[in-house]
C-alpha cells in the first residue's frame, strides 16, 4: 500500500512539473525557451520587488502607525486599560501608548531585509513551480515559512531594544502603573515585547502579499521583462 502511494506522489509531482514545462515551452519568447532557472529567477525578482518596495515603507516613521493594514493595535487584556485611562482624562498618555509600540515595529522591520535575501535566494525551480500555481499570496506563504522563526528571533530583542529607544518602556511603565493604581481593577503585566514582534512580523508579510498580488493581477506592475515572461505563465 505504501509503495502504491509513494508511486502515486511521484507520478503526480512528474505530471505537474511537465504540466508547467509544456506551458514553457508554448509560450512565445524572442530569445528562445523559458527556463526553470528563468522562473525561478521571476519569482525571486517579484519577492525582493515586495521586500524593497514595501518593506522598506514600514521602516519609515508612521510606516506602521498610519497604515491600517498593519497598524498595531492593543491586545484585549490592554482594551480595559486604554479605556479606564480615557475615561480618567489621560486620552494623551493611552495615544502615546499606542504610538510608540507601533514606533518600535518600525524601528526593528529595518533588521527584516538580510534575512529575506537569504530566504529569497534560495528559491528553487520546483518552489517557483509551487508558487505559480498557488494562491495570490503563496510566493508570501513561501517566505513566511522560510524566514518567521529566524525573523522572530532576530525581532523580539530589536523589540525590546526599540521600546527603550524611543521611550515605550517608561510610556508603558507610567501607563500600566497608573491603571494598576485605578481602585477595583486587577492588576495588568502583560508581555508587550512579545505581542509587539507577533505583530510587526504580521505587518512585513501583509505588505510583501500586497506587492504579490499586485504582480500576480496587474500587467503594469511587471516591470522587468522577466517579470512579465514569467507571470504571464498564470495568467
Known amino acids: 500500500m505504501i509503495r502504491k502511494f509513494l508511486f502515486f506522489i511521484l507520478i503526480f509531482n512528474l505530471t505537474a512539473c511537465a504540466e508547467l514545462q509544456q506551458v514553457v515551452n508554448q509560450l512565445p519568447q524572442g530569445g528562445g525557451v523559458l527556463s526553470n532557472a528563468d ?22 516613521t508612521d510606516g506602521f502607525f498610519k497604515n491600517e493594514l498593519v497598524k498595531i493595535l492593543l491586545p484585549d487584556e490592554l482594551k480595559k486599560v486604554d479605556k479606564a485611562l480615557r475615561d480618567i482624562g489621560l486620552s494623551s498618555l493611552a495615544d502615546d501608548g499606542l504610538k510608540v509600540l507601533n514606533r518600535a515595529a518600525e524601528d526593528a522591520v529595518k533588521e527584516a531585509t538580510p534575512i ?33 522563526t529566524a525573523l522572530y528571533a532576530k525581532f523580539n530583542p530589536v523589540i525590546k531594544n526599540s521600546f527603550s529607544k524611543v521611550g515605550a518602556d517608561k510610556i508603558w511603565s507610567n501607563l500600566i502603573t497608573k491603571y494598576n493604581n485605578i481602585p477595583f481593577t486587577a492588576d495588568v503585566n502583560p508581555d508587550l515585547t512579545d505581542y509587539v514582534t507577533n505583530e510587526a512580523l504580521k505587518g512585513v ?22 517579470l512579465r515572461k514569467v507571470f504571464a505563465l498564470q495568467d
Open 205 to 226: 508579510y501583509t505588505m510583501i502579499a500586497v506587492e504579490e498580488k499586485d504582480i500576480r493581477t496587474k500587467l503594469s506592475s511587471r516591470t522587468t521583462d522577466l
Open 39 to 60: 522562473i525561478a529567477a521571476g519569482l525571486r525578482q517579484a519577492l525582493n520587488f515586495g521586500i524593497e518596495k514595501q518593506v522598506s515603507k514600514l521602516t519609515q
Open 116 to 148: 529575506f535575501v537569504d530566504a529569497v535566494k534560495g528559491i528553487t525551480f520546483t518552489d517557483a513551480k509551487n508558487i505559480l500555481i498557488g494562491n495570490d499570496d503563496a510566493a508570501t506563504q513561501y517566505l513566511t515559512t522560510k524566514t518567521q
